[in-house]
Nanobody, 122 residues
Framework: QVQLVESGGGLVQAGGSLRLSCAAS????????MGWYRQAPGKKRELVARINSGGTTNYADSVKGRFTISRDNAKNTLYLQMNSLKPEDTGVYYC????????????????WGQGTQVTVSS
């Protein structure tokens, strides 16, 4: 049973930094890909950054140059370093991990963490 637990959220002033962590447990295998999503009040959940098993990354245009996603496969942990934070970055940040389907290698199963609140004040 895969579980994802986020940590590192909090309150920070504009221009500050935060580092989010996501610890994955319950699987003998590493995820195919992991990512961070966020949801602001009144808005849909959106992609922030993703990283695949080979280390290839993808970022939303709004965070390019400010955020860095990384993973430690030995620790089964995902990170998001957030620098130069803006009030627009405020929201609940969710960790995602995609694993191969146990019954079919052609499909993946997506898991989500509980979310961690990030608030950036002006």
């Amino acid at each position: 049973q895969v579980q994802l637990v986020e940590s590192g959220g909090g309150l920070v002033q504009a221009g500050g930094s935060l580092r989010l962590s996501c610890a994955a447990s319950g699987s003998m295998f590493s995820p195919n890909a992991m990512g961070w999503y966020r949801q602001a009040p009144g808005k849909k959940r959106e992609l922030v950054a993703r990283i695949n098993s080979g280390g290839t990354t993808n970022y939303a245009d709004s965070v390019k140059g400010r955020f860095t996603i990384s993973r430690d496969n030995a620790k089964n942990t995902l990170y998001l370093q957030m620098n130069s934070l803006k009030p627009e970055d405020t929201g609940v940040y969710y960790c995602n991990a995609d694993y191969p389907d146990r019954s079919s290698s052609d499909f993946t199963v997506r898991y989500w963490g509980q979310g961690t609140q990030v608030t950036v004040s002006s």
